[in-house]
């Protein structure tokens, strides 16, 4: 029996039964992600400049409260200024170009507030890196959805592995749209270092331009409410203040994620081909923006026949990127394809 042991990551394959019914259901997977990117996505390629203001609420672990207040201001993908303000922690980030800059202290976000940026960015959702293993109709608060399901993950020891054994699937990761708006309402995240899933909510939509955009978010872990937020400001900009992409000489230049990077995960991950006898293979692979791997290279390998089918197969693998922020970064992860 041959698995596939990913650090940081897991997925489990399911074969479909033909393979015009996957190829359909990915076409559909595409399809809800890109008309809800489509209808929301305020951020895409010539949209117009707009500032948006959250206040936000995050309930830790203990019971405590952190309340703040989420800002940004964003021209293009290459240059916007966000600001996250909590109590007496103040962080600006700008982008310039390629660059980023903190403008603020260099101090990492609380985790209860590292999901801000990316709830208001449907933007980061690509459908190559959903590749479904089903997509049904689900109830969620009593309301029906059409949702896009990927591989479930399972924990074993220290690392997170692929299984085919029914007990071993977890909750699988989804994203649930409105069967007649098309607008996303949820994202489901399964347990990873949680003790129960994550599922956000997106709700109240309103017109914003030539768009409608969710002014509410609200997740969850298990039943216990754990971030909500609410657009308090959504305005179109016909000019921007360029002082506030001016970098003062204290500017940082950040060369890694100010956070800790949320690593990436598989979605699609066939198993080698003409695999015999028993090793294990240890791949090094970048997972890119895309969620494709390159820059594979043998780490070890019993054999150069295993080592031939372990990149054989793993070149096909697809990821859903490591997210920096919520923005899609590059990650290097290390793979180890095993037989028992």
């Given at each position: ?5 990913i650090?940081f ?8 039964s033909?393979?015009?019914f996957?190829?359909n259901?990915q076409?559909?997977?595409a399809?809800?992600?890109?008309h809800a ?8 390629d010539g949209?117009?400049a707009?500032?948006?203001r959250?206040?936000f609420?995050?309930i ?5 409260v952190?309340?703040g ?25 700008v ?5 980023r800059f ?6 990492a976000?609380?985790e209860?507030m ?5 709830l208001?960015?449907?933007g980061?959702?690509?459908p190559?890196?959903?590749k ?5 109709n689900?109830k969620l608060?009593?309301s029906?959805f059409r949702?896009?399901e ?5 924990r074993?020891?220290?690392h997170?592995l692929?299984s085919r054994?029914?007990?071993?699937w977890g909750?699988?990761?989804?994203l ?9 309402v949820?994202?489901i995240?399964p347990?990873?270092n ?9 709700v109240d939509?309103q017109?914003f331009?030539?768009?409608i955009y ?7 872990e298990?039943?216990?409410v754990r971030l909500e937020?609410r657009?308090?400001?959504l305005?179109?900009l016909?000019?921007?203040d ?8 204290e500017?940082?230049?950040?060369t ?6 949320r690593?990436?995960?598989?979605v ?7 695999w015999?006898g028993?090793?294990v293979?240890v ?8 969620g494709t ?14 080592e031939?089918?372990?990149l ?13 922020d919520?923005?899609?970064?590059e990650?290097k992860?290390?793979?180890?394809v095993?037989t028992h």
């Amino acid at each position: 029996m041959t698995s596939c042991h990913i650090f940081f990551l897991a997925a489990t394959l399911f074969l479909f039964s033909s393979t015009g019914f996957a190829s359909n259901q990915q076409e559909e997977a595409a399809s809800l992600i890109e008309h809800a990117k489509q209808l929301s996505d305020i951020r895409a390629d010539g949209a117009p400049a707009f500032r948006l203001r959250l206040d936000f609420k995050a309930i830790k672990k203990d019971g405590s409260v952190l309340q703040g207040t989420y800002t940004e201001v964003w021209r293009s993908k290459a240059q916007w200024r966000r600001e996250t303000a909590v109590g007496d922690f103040h962080r600006t980030e700008v982008a310039a170009g390629q660059k980023r800059f903190l403008l603020g202290p260099v101090k990492a976000l609380s985790e209860d507030m590292r999901d801000l940026p990316a709830l208001s960015d449907i933007g980061r959702f690509q459908p190559e890196t959903w590749k479904p293993t089903k997509i049904e109709n689900r109830k969620l608060n009593g309301s029906g959805f059409r949702c896009v399901e990927t591989a479930p993950v399972v924990r074993a020891g220290i690392h997170l592995l692929t299984s085919r054994e029914p007990e071993a699937w977890g909750d699988a990761p989804a994203l649930c749209f409105d069967r007649s708006s098309g607008v996303l309402v949820a994202e489901i995240e399964p347990a990873m270092n949680r003790s129960e899933d994550e599922t956000c909510f997106f709700v109240d939509y309103q017109k914003f331009g030539e768009r409608i955009y969710a002014r509410s978010y609200k997740c969850l872990e298990g039943e216990q409410v754990r971030l909500e937020a609410r657009v308090v400001e959504l305005v179109a900009l016909s000019q921007v203040d360029p002082e506030l992409f001016a970098l003062p000489e204290e500017a940082k230049e950040l060369t890694s994620c100010p956070d800790p990077v949320r690593p990436p995960r598989g979605v699609y991950e066939p198993e080698p081909v003409g695999w015999y006898g028993s090793g294990v293979v240890v791949i090094l692979i970048t997972v890119g923006i895309d969620g494709t791997p390159r820059n594979l290279s043998v780490n070890f390998s019993p054999s150069p026949k295993l080592e031939k089918a372990a990149l054989e197969a793993a070149r096909q693998w697809r990821f859903r990127p490591a997210t920096c922020d919520g923005e899609p970064v590059e990650a290097k992860i290390a793979a180890e394809v095993a037989t028992h």
